[in-house]
């Protein structure tokens, strides 16, 4: 019953933001057309399609919130209007009761929370869809926020996917573009985002993992400061951290009202995003100007402070140098070697004609290449190859997705803080002096280094391993003997069926001439 209901309430606020219509037109076919000025009585929505779909997602709850936002990042998928539209999503919902957070503290650590801390903050500071965080203070003085999961948000969630499902299915079979949409792909990857969310262990050791990239040791804790995880107060449903001070990263004012420059400001946020993705290969992949924040510290003045690692990306050795090598390739206006780099990835397919692919990469990027630097996006020409893809049949890999979606919102962070932030010229030297690393002697050296612990144990070895291979007798003669006897038998067995052929055409032939005597 509740889930009849439910649908209930998905086609009421589908009819009533006009989804209806949306839905209809996109299937171009005269019947869809009838139906479609009949269920409006020959009216159309007004309001742009994307606004409409936003305001819909909104009014049907912070699950459906959450798969708009999940949507908007498949900008190889969707319209550019709709996708625009769905970026807007903002993650705000009301808080649960504080008794029920409570409750729910009690039952992961196993204490209330009065118990548990010095002090804890009833009136959440922050809520989301997912979680709502909680300052406190630990009996030792050390001041923590407390992320804690809504109650019900599994079976809320496990409810709402089924149906979603049922709706990816009725559109990949309807709609003309609905097996290219990949509905039913993009349902499955917002499962795993959300069940990777549900469970802050996972997020807690996101966090620790960015807070040891970006520690003293690495020589880069001048570039971002990561809460510390308090391992012992977190559990699935109860994530307790660090508590972080500073200014949110788009109250630009507040930033100049502190002394922090703000330029060098939009230049550290271009270098700590390549340095997650280039050096560490592991990125935080929700860098909207609500996870970001800015120390207003004195010892700590003017460092990015990240927050909330639900969503992280992480790319392969074989990713990284794919991307180093395009990147290169487009600031060096090479499309031959870009569309090279696209067949020999294995992402498109085998047969395409380089010429082809060249020709379209050229059309994607010649554009931006006769604009001033500061007005090209990076971000928009990995956007535009993405959908000019298409035609070619690339299989575009979900990592890539999250990191081309975060680097639209590095890049527009970056210019809402320095207009004048050329990302390109910022990040080529960067990506050359970390082609060089790779590719040159150093490259080679951390490499033999890296594999060094198993060459150690394979070297002593290879005498024995070369003597027993020396000392085995020569099977060569035997194998020659062998195959030479095959041939033989095969040769003689065409012979023979050669033979049979033959005389049982004979014995056809003299008896179709019997029959005609």
């Given at each position: 019953?509740?889930?009849?209901?439910?649908?209930?309430?998905?086609?009421?606020?589908?009819?009533?933001?006009?989804?209806?219509?949306?839905?209809?037109?996109?299937?171009?076919?005269?019947?869809?057309?009838?139906?479609?000025?009949?269920?409006?009585?020959?009216?159309?929505p007004?309001?742009?399609?994307?606004?409409?779909?936003?305001?819909?997602?909104?009014?049907?709850g912070?699950?459906?919130?959450?798969?708009?936002?999940?949507?908007?990042?498949?900008?190889?998928?969707i319209?550019?209007?709709?996708?625009?539209?769905?970026?807007l999503?903002?993650?705000?919902?009301?808080?649960?009761?504080?008794?029920?957070?409570?409750?729910?503290?009690?039952?992961?650590?196993?204490?209330?929370?009065?118990?548990?801390?010095?002090?804890?903050?009833?009136?959440?500071?922050?809520?989301?869809?997912?979680?709502?965080?909680?300052?406190?203070?630990?009996?030792?003085?050390?001041?923590?926020?407390?992320?804690?999961?809504?109650?019900?948000?599994?079976?809320?969630?496990?409810?709402?996917?089924?149906?979603?499902?049922?709706?990816?299915?009725?559109?990949?079979?309807?709609?003309?573009?609905?097996?290219r949409?990949?509905p039913?792909?993009?349902?499955?990857?917002?499962?795993?985002?959300?069940?990777?969310?549900?469970?802050?262990?996972r997020?807690?050791?996101?966090c620790?993992?960015?807070?040891?990239?970006?520690?003293?040791?690495?020589?880069?804790g001048?570039?971002?400061?990561?809460?510390?995880?308090?391992?012992?107060?977190?559990?699935?449903?109860?994530?307790?951290?660090?508590?972080?001070?500073?200014?949110?990263?788009?109250?630009?004012?507040?930033?100049?009202?502190?002394?922090?420059?703000?330029?060098t400001?939009?230049?550290?946020?271009?270098?700590?995003?390549?340095?997650?993705?280039?050096?560490?290969?592991?990125?935080?992949?929700?860098?909207?100007?609500?996870?970001?924040?800015?120390s207003?510290?004195?010892?700590?003045?003017?460092?990015?402070?990240a927050?909330?690692?639900?969503?992280?990306?992480s790319?392969?050795?074989?990713?990284?140098?794919?991307l180093?090598?395009?990147?290169?390739?487009?600031?060096?206006r090479d499309?031959?070697?870009?569309?090279?780099?696209h067949?020999?990835?294995?992402?498109?397919?085998?047969?395409?004609?380089?010429?082809?692919?060249?020709?379209?990469?050229?059309?994607?990027?010649?554009?931006?290449?006769?604009?001033?630097?500061?007005?090209i996006?990076?971000?928009?020409v990995?956007?535009?190859?993405?959908?000019?893809?298409?035609?070619?049949?690339?299989?575009?890999?979900?990592?890539?997705?999250?990191?081309?979606?975060?680097?639209?919102?590095?890049?527009?962070?970056g210019?809402?803080?320095?207009?004048?932030?050329?990302?390109?010229?910022?990040?080529?030297?960067?990506?050359?002096?970390?082609?060089?690393?790779?590719?040159?002697?150093?490259?080679?050296?951390?490499?033999?280094?890296?594999?060094?612990?198993q060459?150690s144990?394979?070297?002593?070895?290879?005498?024995?391993?070369?003597?027993?291979?020396?000392?085995?007798?020569d099977?060569?003669?035997?194998l020659?003997?062998e195959?030479?006897?095959?041939?033989?038998?095969?040769?003689?067995?065409?012979?023979?069926?050669?033979?049979?052929?033959?005389?049982?055409?004979?014995?056809?032939?003299?008896?179709?001439?019997?029959?005609?005597?």
């Amino acid at each position: 019953m509740p889930s009849f209901l439910r649908v209930l309430r998905i086609l009421y606020v589908a009819f009533r933001f006009g989804l209806d219509d949306l839905v209809l037109s996109s299937l171009n076919h005269p019947l869809a057309n009838g139906l479609r000025w009949l269920i409006r009585l020959g009216m159309r929505p007004r309001a742009p399609r994307g606004l409409r779909l936003r305001r819909a997602l909104e009014s049907l709850g912070p699950i459906f919130v959450k798969f708009g936002q999940v949507l908007s990042t498949r900008r190889d998928l969707i319209p550019a209007d709709i996708a625009d539209e769905l970026a807007l999503l903002q993650d705000r919902v009301p808080p649960f009761p504080s008794v029920q957070a409570a409750a729910c503290i009690e039952a992961a650590l196993g204490a209330a929370p009065a118990q548990l801390f010095a002090q804890f903050d009833v009136d959440p500071v922050a809520s989301a869809s997912i979680a709502q965080v909680h300052f406190a203070v630990l009996h030792d003085g050390r001041e923590v926020a407390v992320k804690v999961l809504r109650p019900g948000m599994r079976r809320a969630i496990e409810r709402d996917l089924s149906l979603l499902r049922i709706v990816a299915r009725i559109v990949e079979r309807t709609g003309p573009d609905g097996r290219r949409l990949k509905p039913r792909e993009v349902v499955a990857e917002f499962d795993n985002y959300l069940h990777d969310e549900l469970d802050l262990v996972r997020e807690a050791s996101n966090c620790s993992q960015l807070r040891r990239n970006f520690d003293a040791a690495s020589g880069r804790g001048d570039l971002l400061i990561v809460p510390e995880v308090i391992w012992e107060y977190t559990t699935s449903t109860v994530f307790t951290m660090q508590r972080m001070y500073g200014i949110p990263v788009g109250q630009i004012d507040r930033l100049r009202a502190a002394g922090i420059d703000i330029a060098t400001l939009a230049r550290s946020g271009v270098d700590i995003f390549f340095t997650q993705v280039f050096s560490d290969g592991f990125f935080h992949a929700d860098m909207h100007p609500g996870n970001i924040y800015v120390s207003d510290r004195p010892e700590t003045l003017g460092r990015y402070i990240a927050l909330d690692f639900g969503i992280v990306g992480s790319l392969s050795e074989f990713d990284k140098n794919y991307l180093a090598q395009n990147f290169l390739a487009f600031f060096h206006r090479d499309y031959r070697r870009v569309a090279q780099l696209h067949i020999e990835s294995g992402w498109v397919p085998p047969d395409t004609r380089e010429e082809a692919l060249e020709g379209a990469v050229r059309a994607v990027c010649e554009p931006y290449f006769d604009r001033p630097l500061a007005e090209i996006s990076l971000g928009q020409v990995l956007l535009r190859l993405f959908q000019t893809s298409r035609r070619f049949n690339v299989e575009i890999q979900p990592q890539l997705v999250l990191l081309q979606k975060t680097l639209l919102n590095v890049e527009g962070l970056g210019r809402q803080l320095d207009p004048n932030l050329d990302l390109w010229k910022t990040a080529k030297p960067y990506l050359e002096n970390w082609m060089r690393q790779r590719m040159g002697l150093d490259g080679l050296r951390k490499s033999l280094s890296k594999e060094a612990a198993q060459w150690s144990q394979i070297l002593p070895t290879l005498p024995r391993l070369m003597h027993e291979q020396l000392s085995r007798p020569d099977v060569a003669p035997k194998l020659l003997l062998e195959m030479t006897r095959l041939r033989q038998s095969q040769e003689q067995g065409n012979r023979l069926l050669a033979a049979l052929a033959a005389v049982l055409a004979l014995a056809v032939g003299v008896a179709l001439w019997a029959l005609t005597r």
